[in-house]
């Protein structure tokens, strides 16, 4: 014992870095270790729903699977075998998974693609928006539309995972919490944004539009990977060096925010043959009267703006099931900032893109309309994927696409419901009504 403590003496910067590469060592085993029990739990839960009985003349459920390999730096081929496509297959379902190729195959797969009852997205925010684009891009989008889609967070950034899961601090985790959400069959609505350019086919977004020197930034941010920790900070400061201040200058015309219309109930079984019978005859000798009423102008608002960045987002980052309103968020921060406040908000954002800092002008609206200067260079950040600034059209389709989310942040948001509306009750009347389940069945 004593010669060992004296070698350890000796030696002691071997010692110390034995000791450190053991510790971590040891960290890296229980944490694989953690994961494997978290694969398993998940594995015996999914089983739970292989083992249902069906009816012999039911066809099993059919899910189409887009994968981005190249999503998390190409690791997301093993992080989706490994941690989702086990849980998917012990479901019960008849998966079939369908890998890109190239940036932008989505879009025609997806445009392409006949029939299925769930649409799987297996990659980040770019993946998604290619997707959707080529979802809604279908001559057939009202029918395809109401297909439920499940999206399994594998991007470097999956923003739209942080609305429809728990937060975790487990990667593992939080992919065996998205796909289990896809078995348990709960779903949100959420708003889509319609981005239609002066000649290109529109494009789709579920997050929204960012335009200015922040995004511009914001995309650099790899490029000093070799300042570690610090990297985020130096591509906005390197930023202000070029330019300043970085002004974008726009005209924006916009309509205000729309009522929300009851939602209609959806037919789970198929009408009888009499009632179809009966309908199809009354829409060919009672066709529907075009409204004779004057349509009321519309009245769009006309704003001359500088900004340092304009970002127009849906409402899904903060989802609210109860809301009567539709719109969009539009927010124009003011662009006579120092470059250290810059360079601090510029960190900000990275986390949340879309925040609307105060001392910004906040616009709710359902339609604008971006009008840019001749020769305005620079890019568009749509859910995270770059395209070339130019004028276009925002229009926001309201409760357009159902996602699968956790049972848990569904009730979270319903109880957000709940007490809103009960604080505002408790303002102008007794509470009374707030121990009621106001609940949707």
Not at 28 to 48: F, I, M, N, P, S
Not at 99 to 124: C, F, H, N, P
Request: glycine residues 6%; aromatic residues 8%; proline residues 6%.
């Amino acid at each position: 014992m004593a010669k060992a403590l004296a070698t350890l003496r000796h030696h002691w910067k071997k010692s110390v870095f034995g000791a450190c590469l053991l510790g971590w060592g040891g960290h890296w085993l229980y944490g694989k270790h953690c994961d494997d029990l978290v694969r398993r739990a998940a594995c015996q839960e999914a089983q739970t729903f292989g083992n249902q009985l069906i009816h012999p003349t039911v066809p099993l459920k059919k899910a189409t699977v887009f994968l981005n390999p190249a999503a998390c730096k190409g690791k997301a081929v093993n992080l989706f075998e490994k941690n989702a496509a086990p849980i998917l297959h012990l479901s019960g379902m008849d998966v079939t998974v369908v890998r890109t190729d190239y940036e932008g195959q989505a879009k025609r797969l997806m445009e392409l693609m006949e029939s299925t009852d769930v649409i799987i997205i297996a990659g980040g925010d770019g993946t998604v928006q290619e997707v959707i684009t080529g979802l809604l891009r279908r001559a057939d989008e009202a029918a395809f539309s109401k297909i439920p889609i499940g999206f399994i967070p594998l991007g470097k950034t999956c923003n739209l995972s942080h609305t429809l899961y728990p937060e975790s601090t487990s990667q593992v985790q939080h992919i065996t919490n998205a796909a289990l959400a896809i078995l348990k069959g709960e779903t949100v609505p959420l708003d889509v944004l319609q981005i239609k350019g002066e000649k290109e086919q529109p494009v789709f977004a579920v997050s929204g539009l960012r335009w200015g020197a922040y995004r511009d930034a914001g995309v650099k941010v790899s490029n000093y990977w070799y300042l570690g920790p610090l990297k985020t900070q130096a591509a906005h400061l390197f930023s202000t060096f070029k330019e300043w201040p970085q002004k974008h200058r726009a005209a924006l015309m916009y309509l205000g925010p729309t009522e929300r219309p009851a939602e209609e109930p959806e037919e789970t079984r198929r009408p009888p043959f009499f009632v179809r019978l009966y309908r199809r005859i009354r829409s060919c000798c009672f066709p529907p009267k075009e409204a004779c009423e004057e349509v009321a102008p519309e009245n769009w608002e006309e704003l001359k703006l500088s900004t340092i960045e304009l970002s127009i987002a849906t409402q899904n980052r903060q989802l609210d099931l109860t809301r009567t309103e539709d719109f969009m968020d539009i927010c124009i921060e003011r662009d006579n900032i120092s470059k250290q406040q810059f360079v601090q908000r510029g960190s900000q954002k990275m986390h949340d893109p879309h925040m609307c800092p105060e001392g910004s002008q906040h616009i709710q609206a359902s339609r604008c309309i971006l009008q840019l200067p001749e020769g305005t260079e620079g890019s568009f950040g749509i859910d995270n994927e770059e395209y070339e600034a130019m004028p276009v059209e925002v229009k926001l389709l309201p409760r357009k696409l159902k996602f699968f989310c956790d049972p848990s942040v569904r009730e979270q948001m319903l109880q957000a419901a709940e007490e809103g509306e009960c604080t505002a009750e408790r303002q102008g009347s007794p509470p009374a009504c707030c121990h009621q389940d106001t609940r949707p069945n």
